[in-house]
């Protein structure tokens, strides 16, 4: 993960130079959250057909002997910064949930006193978890050479953030969740977008609608808003609005976790097992 974010950050190096921006390309990062090998149909997967990904396998460069992190947010962090995830200092962390534990009470509290405990913690946080002023992000370095940088998906590395904190990495725009704790369910009640909520409709739940490993919930407890159709419909506006306004080169992280938790998706109730195509 380390050598990848090397790689990257020299890449958009030698891009700064001698090169306009028509010349530059536009970059799509996506990082499939704790997606093993053997998930893919590319690598044996005999349940789970991966057609496009298998595609840019086959038309790009596969990297088959590599060393990572396997748990999420660690993985995530040295990727975006080029440290080992065990290094001293390599990165502060926040703890999650927080934000599911304040939505439970939510039916008890006003907008008002929601947002002033929300602030009070985040205050807290910014003491303890403070990010060193000469830590460099890769989308700082994307945004030094020009690029307007976005991110979908789970935000920052883990486990809490806040708008000031995705900001510090470099993302000029920004569509996910804040928390992991409520990731790890496909329905949560609002996502977070440019520091402010993004309300998802007839999703009542403050775990997001997380189903267990058993997955013996009833067919369509979680919600009616799949977030994770929310987050690619909001990829695809930022996109074309981008291209329409915008006349800059375009670096998207995208964290995809489907994949993460329980593979299960509600389409007008009825189940869909994720056994097709991807």
């Not at 799509?28 to 057909?49: E, N, P």
């Not at 008002?112 to 913690?121: A, F, I, M, P």
């Not at 992000?137 to 940088?149: C, E, I, N, P, S």
């Amino acid at each position: 993960m380390k050598i990848l974010s090397a790689i990257l950050i020299l890449w958009f190096t030698v891009m700064s130079y001698g090169s306009s921006a028509t010349q530059r390309p536009n970059v799509v990062l996506i990082f499939a959250d704790d997606l093993g090998m053997g998930m893919l149909s590319r690598y044996g997967q005999k349940i789970i057909t991966t057609p496009n990904i298998d595609l840019l396998a086959q038309e790009g460069i596969e990297f088959t002997n590599y060393h990572a992190n396997t748990y999420c947010a660690p993985a995530r962090w040295s990727l975006l910064n080029g440290l080992h995830d065990g290094r001293i200092g390599a990165g502060p962390h926040s703890k999650g949930g927080f934000i599911v534990k304040l939505d439970r009470n939510t039916p008890k509290l006003s907008d008002e006193q929601w947002q002033r405990q929300y602030d009070k913690h985040i205050q807290k946080l910014n003491a303890k978890a403070r990010i060193d002023d000469d830590t460099l992000f890769l989308a700082q370095v994307a945004k030094d050479v020009g690029y307007r940088t976005a991110q979908f998906g789970k935000l920052d590395t883990g486990f809490l953030t806040w708008h000031e904190r995705v900001t510090r990495h470099g993302w000029d725009h920004y569509v996910g969740y804040y928390d992991h704790a409520r990731a790890h369910g496909f329905y949560p009640s609002y996502l977070w977008k440019n520091g402010n909520k993004l309300p998802l409709k007839g999703n009542p739940y403050a775990n997001a609608g997380k189903r267990s490993e058993s997955g013996k919930e009833p067919v369509g407890t979680g919600g009616e808003t799949y977030s994770q159709n929310v987050l690619l419909n909001e990829m695809l506006s930022f996109m074309r609005d981008h291209k329409k306004t915008i006349k800059t080169n375009r670096f998207f992280f995208i964290t995809a976790r489907s994949c993460h938790t329980v593979l299960l998706r509600l389409i007008n109730y009825t189940l869909i097992i994720s056994i097709g195509k991807i």
